[in-house]
């Protein structure tokens, strides 16, 4: 196993790995707590709009489908107060659009097709330098926000009204949060893929919140099983030739499973009321 590390790709992988099991983590807490599930959903399909757009055009694929992602992030935000037009159905809007922009503009691209699992179930062992500065870089960021304003996104999250009685700036870390959930989404496709994005965003989170209530422990709880089981699964991706994106899901479900079974016998008593 620790032969592995003689390989850069493979250390170059694992520094991406916890980075984005960290953002994914916390970031994943606050999309469970603010029920916008659907909306994660939503961006990482759209987003492969993006990816199709840039291939076409002949740019990375993955700044089109940073793009999109934080374009359609904030057109969900926008329409998150609308009355007549529900969210869920602009979610469901962009989600379609984004598939099948995506689809249309590979279609047309002349020459050979991209392989395109690559991006619906990830490949983390194909990072580069530059994607890992990245991961790095938004990764110290999300850490420093959350640290910083843990509490004020912990009534944002659950009591929106206290949140205005008491002049939180709820517009303006809405916009951060929004600005943070795109691009983490992204990134994370790298690792999981387009399909399984949602899972790296919720069990982890769901997990946590069999054992702690409290919102700050949910975060550190969550960046940390997100980060075990995501090495985890590198590990094993890489020692069987596995797809490192849906060996991770497994080892997800597999934490959970073992999680929910000690929760029900009640082995561990420590977590928070």
């Known amino acids: 196993m620790f032969d592995l590390f003689n390989y850069d790709f493979f250390v170059y992988a694992l520094i991406a790995t916890v980075s984005i099991g960290i953002i994914c983590g916390l970031t994943g807490t606050y999309i469970v707590a603010r029920r916008m599930v659907f909306m994660s959903g939503g961006i990482t399909h759209a987003s492969f709009g993006g990816l199709g757009l840039a291939y076409f055009m002949g740019l990375p694929p993955m700044a089109g ?38 689809v249309l503009f590979i279609y047309m691209t002349p020459g050979y097709a991209p392989n395109l699992m690559s991006y619906l179930f990830g490949n983390i062992l194909t990072v580069t330098s530059g994607q890992i500065t990245l991961a790095v870089l938004l990764c110290a960021a999300v850490i420093a926000f959350f640290a910083i304003f843990n509490r004020p996104l912990f009534y944002i999250a659950f009591d929106r009204e206290y949140s205005r009685s008491h002049h939180i700036g709820i517009n303006l870390l809405e916009t951060i949060t929004t600005l943070i959930i795109a691009l983490s989404i992204v990134l994370c496709m790298k690792l999981a893929g387009i399909i399984l994005v949602i899972s790296y965003l919720t069990i982890p989170q769901a997990i946590a919140g069999l054992f702690f209530k409290n919102f700050r422990s949910q975060l550190v709880a969550s960046a940390i099983v997100s980060c075990v089981g995501s090495v985890a699964g590198l590990f094993i991706s890489a020692g069987l030739n596995f797809p490192s994106g849906a060996t991770i899901v497994v080892c997800f479900l597999l934490i959970f499973a073992i999680a929910w079974f000690c929760k029900k016998i009640k082995i561990f008593k420590f977590y928070s009321k």
């Open 65 to 102: 489908a940073t793009f999109f992602a934080v374009i359609s992030a904030f057109i969900i935000q926008l329409f998150s107060g609308n009355k007549r037009v529900k969210e869920d159905s602009v979610i469901g809007i962009l989600w379609s659009t984004g598939m099948a922009i995506g």
